[in-house]
Structure formats: structure tokens, C-alpha cells
């Protein structure tokens, strides 16, 4: 079973940068994989932000940013705010061309 | 305004059969796929599949497979997922997602409110 690995808990200070990663059991992450990423705050339901790698929404922050990096996709913050204290989910296509997405377990940023 | 939203929360007992619905609005219904989304405490979120609404072609997650069905119904823009028999283990906050684009591959972007299922004795 195909599992999809991310940084369970990040700080990062106000105005900094944060990297958050997503690894597949399967190997590298590639473009090919289409990473998806959404915010998710308490009692809220998730909120895309960043699809096939590194495309924004329209309402994405540009602080957000999406990438390839090191063999993982990637969530990059730059000048965090407060509020983009949330869970974060990558989300990872592993092909067969049936519905075989696979998210990862999510990584709690704190904002302090 | 892109809008997805879901039938309100279910308590039904083991054994029972279910269908939660999912109604759009403000885009083509048919030109974009609609998925569900599992979340749990334990277990997080979890992919369970996408129908394509012009002609149900649909795709599950193998771990759902067999064990729920996703349809749509074009006439009122509105994707279900249901179960025929209940289990505890289904007890779990579902959300549905449209697709980013007409390719279903790609992601998603808009996601409804959620149904929260409750399933107990």
C-alpha cells in the first residue's frame, strides 16, 4: 500500500519561510504525480492551494508556492502570517489510471 | 460563485444503507469531475474516487472499491455517494471536491462544506 510521508509538525516565526515536504513510499515525486496541496484550519473544511506542482488558485496567496525538490513535492511559505497557522495535506497521484490518490498525513505549521 | 453543497450530517445504525448528495452550482456541470473525500481523526483524509458527470465514467481508490458507489444525477447538478450496508468503521467526515480542470488527473479546487456520517448501535 502506497503511502504518502510529510513533516508531522513545523514552527516557523512571523515573516519567515517554512518548506513543507511530500514523499511517496513508491519513489520520487515527479510531475507526473499531479501534487496537490490543501489548508486545512480547525472546523473548517480543506482549502485547495497549489495544483500539478506548482499551479495557484485564484484566491492562493502568493506567498504559497508549490515545487519539485530533492525527489518531494513541496510547500514553500514565504513571509508567514499568522493566520496561515493550519494543517497542510499534500495530496499524490500514483497513476493506473483508476482513482489512485494518496494523501499524506498532513503537517501541523505553528505559527510563533 | 462556484458552490458545492452537501446534504446535511446522518446517525444511522450498522447495516443501514445511505446517500449523501453534493449539489453545484455556478459552473458546467459536465465539464468537470467530481470527487469524494474521506476524513477521519484517525486515519486522516482519504481519496475515495471521481465520477466524470457527462457519462459516469468513475474511478475509485482501491480501498473503497466495491464498498461504495458514486453517481451523479446531470438533470439537478448534484453527485451522490452512497453505501448499501453501513459499518462503524464508516463513521467519518465526507467532502466533495470538483476538479480543477476537465482533466481529472490535475486536482481539485472547490470542496463542499462536508457531510459528517455517523454510524452506532
Known amino acids: 500500500q502506497t503511502v504518502v510521508t510529510q513533516e508531522p509538525s513545523l514552527t516557523v516565526s512571523p515573516g519567515g519561510t517554512v518548506t513543507l515536504t511530500c514523499a511517496s513510499s513508491t519513489g520520487a515525486v515527479t510531475s507526473g504525480y499531479y501534487p496537490n496541496w490543501f489548508q486545512q484550519k480547525p472546523g473548517q473544511a480543506p482549502r485547495a492551494l497549489i495544483y500539478?506542482?506548482?499551479n495557484k488558485h485564484s484566491w492562493t496567496p502568493a506567498r504559497f508556492s508549490g515545487s519539485l525538490l530533492g525527489g518531494k513535492a513541496a510547500l514553500t511559505l514565504s513571509g508567514v502570517q499568522p493566520e496561515d497557522e493550519a494543517d497542510y495535506y499534500c495530496l499524490v497521484y500514483h497513476g493506473g489510471g483508476q482513482g489512485n490518490w494518496v494523501f499524506g498525513g498532513g503537517t501541523k505549521l505553528t505559527v510563533l | 460563485e462556484v458552490q458545492l453543497v452537501q446534504s446535511g450530517a446522518e446517525v444511522k445504525k450498522p447495516g443501514e444503507s445511505l446517500r449523501i448528495s453534493c449539489q453545484t452550482s455556478?459552473?458546467?456541470?459536465?465539464?468537470?469531475?467530481i470527487g469524494w473525500v474521506r476524513q477521519t481523526p484517525g486515519k486522516g483524509l482519504e481519496w475515495v474516487g471521481i465520477?466524470?458527470?457527462?457519462?459516469?465514467?468513475?474511478k475509485y481508490s482501491p480501498s473503497f472499491q466495491g464498498l461504495v458507489i458514486i453517481s451523479v444525477d446531470k438533470s439537478i447538478s448534484t453527485a451522490y455517494l452512497q453505501w448499501s450496508s453501513l459499518e462503524a468503521s464508516d463513521t467519518a467526515m465526507y467532502y466533495c471536491?470538483?476538479?480543477?480542470?476537465?482533466?481529472?488527473?490535475?486536482?481539485?479546487?472547490?470542496w463542499g462544506q462536508g457531510t459528517l456520517v455517523t454510524v452506532s448501535a
Open positions: 500539478s506542482t506548482s
Open positions: 471536491v470538483k476538479s480543477a480542470s476537465s482533466s481529472w488527473y490535475l486536482g481539485s479546487d472547490y
Open positions: 465520477i466524470s458527470p457527462s457519462d459516469s465514467n468513475t
Open positions: 455556478g459552473y458546467s456541470f459536465t465539464t468537470y469531475w
